[in-house]
């Protein structure tokens, strides 16, 4: 069992920075593979950035690519990963969720078996 909370959410303006941390409760978080998810209202559950248990892969969508980065403290010491977002644009405005994964990389919600509560970022142009 994997219990995940996050933070770092707000309120910011379009162009700027924000960072989300998750931290993961339990002594196998090295052992998954973790990702970051965001809903707009009326929207589905969108992929935003995935990471593998060491780094090894990390995958965006062409959406928040060069503009967010996802890492994972080193050698996994702190049970937190994190999405840096950079660049911000008001169609970013969605609930982030991070995700913990037990079957190894995914890029689609059902490949994760444990989420957080979520977390609101909203962008104002």
């Given amino acids: 069992q994997?219990?995940?909370?996050e933070s770092g959410g707000?309120?910011?303006?379009?162009?700027?920075?924000?960072r989300l941390s998750c931290a993961a409760s339990g002594r196998?978080?090295?052992?998954y593979a973790m990702g970051w998810f965001r809903q707009a209202p009326g929207k589905e559950r969108e992929f935003v950035a995935a990471i593998t248990r060491y780094g090894a892969r990390i995958d965006y969508p062409d959406s928040v690519k060069g503009r967010f980065t996802i890492s994972r403290d080193r050698d996994?010491?702190?049970?937190?990963?994190?999405?840096q977002m950079n660049s911000l644009k008001p169609e970013d405005t969605a609930v982030y969720y991070c995700a913990a994964s037990i079957l190894g990389y995914s890029d689609n919600?059902?490949?994760y078996?444990?989420?957080g509560q979520g977390n609101q970022v909203t962008?104002?142009?």
């Fill in 2 to 5: 994997v219990q995940l909370v």
């Fill in 10 to 18: 707000g309120l910011v303006q379009a162009g700027g920075s924000l």
């Fill in 28 to 31: 196998t978080f090295s052992t």
């Fill in 76 to 83: 996994n010491a702190m049970n937190t990963v994190y999405l």
């Fill in 109 to 111: 919600a059902p490949g």
């Fill in 113 to 115: 078996k444990y989420w």
């Fill in 123 to 125: 962008v104002s142009s």
